[in-house]
């Protein structure tokens, strides 16, 4: 099973892909561990990564779920905030589960305040929300509730569907 969990930075997608990774016992990865260092200066600097900077990045995260999909499986949290790009990562892989993780901008503001040491700037936030289109498909959760809970929820989800 390949299982990508979504979102805007803060919304929980490293903790919440971890613990799922861990009760499933699949391996985890995030897909922030992939991006060239250019691009974690560029973010580090308080400047957004445009669709250029990230293509090859989603080109090379595509052929690592297609080589995971072969193995046992992953649980990948990557923001993935436009079609197209979860059009470049789905482009290599059978079978795909998309989460997103919903939440609004003041929940995640006051969220990415409390945690440190995160080349993510807090004022990049809206930038991710003018971007992000929101899937019309795949699981959508609420992430106002705590990370175990949103974790079962999932976990419940995607074992019936």
């Given at each position: 099973?390949?299982?990508?969990?979504?979102?805007?930075?803060?919304?929980?997608?490293?903790?919440?892909?971890?613990?799922?990774?861990?009760?499933?016992?699949?391996?985890?990865?995030?897909?922030?561990?992939?991006?060239?260092?250019?691009?974690?200066?560029?973010?580090?600097?308080?400047?957004?990564?445009?669709?250029?900077?990230r293509r090859p990045?989603?080109?090379?995260?595509?052929?690592?779920?297609?080589?995971?999909?072969?193995?046992?499986?992953?649980?990948?949290?990557?923001?993935?905030?436009?079609?197209?790009?979860?059009?470049?990562?789905?482009?290599?892989?059978?079978?795909?589960?998309?989460?997103?993780?919903?939440?609004?901008?003041?929940?995640?503001?006051?969220?990415?305040?409390?945690?440190?040491?995160?080349?993510?700037?807090?004022?990049?936030?809206?930038?991710?929300?003018?971007?992000?289109?929101?899937?019309?498909?795949?699981?959508?959760?609420?992430?106002?509730?705590?990370?175990?809970?949103?974790?079962?929820?999932?976990?419940?989800?995607?074992?019936?569907?």
């Amino acid at each position: 099973m390949i299982l990508v969990i979504i979102g805007v930075s803060g919304s929980g997608k490293s903790t919440i892909a971890k613990g799922i990774a861990q009760k499933l016992g699949l391996p985890f990865y995030d897909a922030d561990d992939f991006h060239p260092m250019a691009n974690i200066k560029k973010m580090a600097n308080g400047q957004p990564l445009n669709d250029a900077d990230r293509r090859p990045w989603l080109e090379s995260l595509a052929k690592n779920l297609a080589n995971w999909e072969l193995e046992k499986g992953a649980i990948l949290a990557c923001s993935a905030l436009k079609e197209s790009y979860r059009q470049t990562l789905a482009s290599k892989v059978k079978m795909i589960k998309w989460v997103y993780l919903d939440g609004d901008f003041d929940l995640i503001l006051n969220r990415m305040n409390e945690r440190k040491g995160h080349f993510m700037k807090i004022e990049m936030l809206q930038s991710q929300f003018d971007v992000l289109e929101i899937p019309n498909y795949g699981l959508h959760v609420d992430i106002s509730k705590s990370a175990e809970m949103v974790m079962d929820t999932i976990i419940k989800k995607i074992e019936i569907g």
